[in-house]
């Protein structure tokens, strides 16, 4: 359920953050944002209270890491606007967009709508811990295993009960595992499925830890060998400034497969 706590109260879920020092929390401290993000201010109490205390706890255990307010802001406007019922996340890390996600899902009431996808067993636990104890296990299945091994699609599926519609890739961050990534999921998305790619700008190359260029440069060569896929690549200004449309200077990639027989497309003859 929407929160129904005041709009006073809930903008105090962006300005105690504004405080902060640790890098997690710049995009409260900058760009005059007096205001709480559509994905937090859409928390019920109960969820928001378990959002503070994962932020205290996973700094706690090493700070860091999870997806943007931009990013997360951008999936719910899909997820949501459209009723996305089969999403496949590569790389959960300590759980934060998993929950994010899950929290979405159950505002919808759609079960088994996330099959999140990491290597790290240990993180994996934690994230699992976290999914538990926000009462998202039916919402939420979380598997360890590499998000590139070719059994991952069929193992997700299974779950899903259907194709992916949604892939959200933000898992090595590596040059040649991001290709393995789509040229894996690209083909197991469902006609007209959208896959997001965070830290795809120039800035986040450097996140590549074989220097060979990030996700980046994936995208950009496999792009060339897909030209029916429709993109978009959004860059950020690394400042976390407001010069640009989009805040986060990691990056968002948008990729859509094409429709099996748009409407209004002749029919084939047999």
Same mark, same amino acid.
């Given at each position: 359920m929407p929160s129904t706590t005041p709009v006073i109260v809930r903008t105090k879920r962006s300005t105690d953050f504004g405080p902060r020092a640790h890098r997690r929390y710049w995009w409260h401290r900058f760009g005059g944002r007096?205001?709480?993000?559509?994905?937090?201010?859409?928390?019920?109490?109960?969820?928001?209270?378990?959002?503070?205390?994962?932020?205290? &706890?996973?700094? #706690?255990?090493g700070a860091g890491g999870e997806?943007?307010?931009?990013?997360?802001?951008?999936?719910?406007?899909?997820?949501?606007?459209?009723?996305?019922?089969?999403? +496949?996340?590569?790389? $959960?890390?300590? /759980?934060?967009?998993?929950?994010?996600?899950?929290?979405?899902? #159950?505002?919808m009431g759609i079960e088994k709508g996330?099959?999140?996808? &990491?290597?790290?067993?240990?993180?994996t636990d934690y994230a699992r811990g976290w999914v538990e104890r926000?009462?998202?296990?039916?919402?939420?299945?979380?598997?360890?295993?590499?998000?590139?091994?070719?059994?991952?699609?069929?193992a997700a599926e299974? +779950?899903?009960? #259907?194709?992916?519609?949604?892939?959200?890739? &933000?898992?090595? $961050?590596?040059?040649? $595992?991001?290709? #393995?990534?789509?040229?894996?999921?690209? /083909?197991?998305?469902?006609?007209? /499925?959208? +896959?997001?790619? $965070?830290d795809c700008s120039e800035f986040a190359r450097q996140w590549d830890t074989t220097g060979e260029g990030g996700v980046r440069r994936a995208i950009q060569e496999w792009l060339a060998r897909h030209p029916e896929a429709s993109s978009m690549l959004l860059e950020g200004d690394p400042r976390a400034d407001d010069s640009t449309a989009y805040?986060? /200077?990691?990056?968002?990639?948008?990729?859509?497969?094409?429709?099996a027989n748009p409407a209004g497309q002749a029919e084939k003859p047999a």
């Open positions: 007096s205001y709480a993000p559509p994905v937090y201010s859409d928390l019920s109490d109960e969820e928001w209270a378990l959002l503070e205390d994962w932020f205290e &706890d996973s700094q #706690r255990v997806m943007s307010i931009p990013m997360i802001s951008v999936l719910q406007a899909f997820i949501m606007g459209s009723g996305i019922r089969s999403i +496949v996340q590569l790389g $959960h890390y300590k /759980g934060y967009s998993t929950l994010m996600i899950g929290f979405m899902l #159950r505002r996330l099959v999140s996808i &990491d290597l790290d067993p240990k993180i926000a009462g998202l296990e039916p919402y939420v299945t979380l598997l360890v295993n590499d998000s590139a091994a070719p059994a991952m699609p069929a299974a +779950v899903l009960g #259907r194709a992916p519609r949604c892939v959200i890739i &933000d898992s090595s $961050h590596q040059y040649a $595992h991001t290709l #393995r990534e789509l040229d894996l999921w690209w /083909g197991a998305l469902a006609p007209g /499925g959208m +896959v997001f790619l $965070h805040a986060d /200077g990691c990056g968002l990639g948008i990729l859509q497969k094409p429709l």
